[in-house]
């Protein structure tokens, strides 16, 4: 089924203890793209300045990932820069330039808008909901956000919540949402809103899934080599959506979900063993089943 995802497309500086990487492709949409075309059809929409390398834009054609929805406009695509702590887990930034994406309004292509399923990714919630009025039909969706719309559009970010399916966003952003004293019951405040499916993320102590009242836990799949973090919540999220769409069907059980986070935590846990797309370009379908092979015996 027809997936559609929203969101930013960046060049990035990244250092890490393992390296430096200057102007890597990235974003919320390009990662999210990267993982979710193993598993299914995906279309992109989103913002580059002329600057953007072409070979990057080569790469999502070769992919087969729809770009009709890539809008390049004249300027400096958006940049951020940042530099990871020893423990690969706190990180600093060094500097954000929104150039292009300071004026970003998605359009969708009129084929967009009939989507089965739309991602919406880390944007400013007015964005997000000015994507869910675009919508001709009734897709699942799924949306990520971040502390930032919290503390500046909060209310936008509840109302954009109300109309999704399915948030992903990590444990601490839940408690700062909600102000419940603990994850369990910020999770039913947030499916009070509407989404009944809340995925928790937990960094280096794996994920949670809540579907209505169904609750599993996922560790992270342990990788090779941690290189680059940068990117690895786009790209769970992506294979994620991208294992639900390949499904083929609306018709989602829980057992769907429960095989869905074991998806995505596989494509993240390839993701981080390179600086920026380097290992979701290169990975095989081979090499994919291999590891959840490997990942599903772990969890038993």
Known sequence: MSLVVVGSIALDTVITPKGRRDDAVGGSATFFSLAAIHFSPVSLVGVVGNDFPQRAINGFRERNIDIEGLEVKEGKTFRWGGEYKQNMKNRDTIFTELNVFKEFS???????????FLFLGNIH???????????EEKPIVGLDS????????KDKLIEAMSRVDIVIINDE??????????????????QDMGP??????????????????????????????????????????????????????KDLKFSDYQE??????????????????????????DEIDSRLHVFCELIG
């Open 196 to 249: 009944k499916t809340v995925i928790a993320k937990k960094g280096k102590y794996g994920a949670e899934l809540f579907h209505h009242d169904q609750h599993a836990v996922y560790p992270i799949c342990p990788e090779d080599q941690l290189v680059d973090p940068t990117g690895a919540g786009d790209t769970f999220a992506g294979g994620f959506m991208g294992y639900l769409a390949g499904k083929n069907t």
């Open 106 to 116: 998605p359009v969708l292509p009129a084929k967009y808008k009939k989507t089965d």
């Open 125 to 135: 919630p007015e964005l997000q909901i000015q994507v869910l009025d675009q919508m």
């Open 173 to 190: 952003e839940i408690i700062q949402l909600t102000e419940a004293e603990c994850l369990s019951d910020g999770v039913k405040l947030i």
């Open 260 to 285: 869905a986070m074991i998806h995505g935590t596989v494509m993240a846990s390839f993701l981080v063993e390179s600086f920026s797309t380097d290992k979701l370009e290169s990975i095989t379908k």
């Open 146 to 153: 971040m502390n930032l719309w919290i503390n500046v559009s």
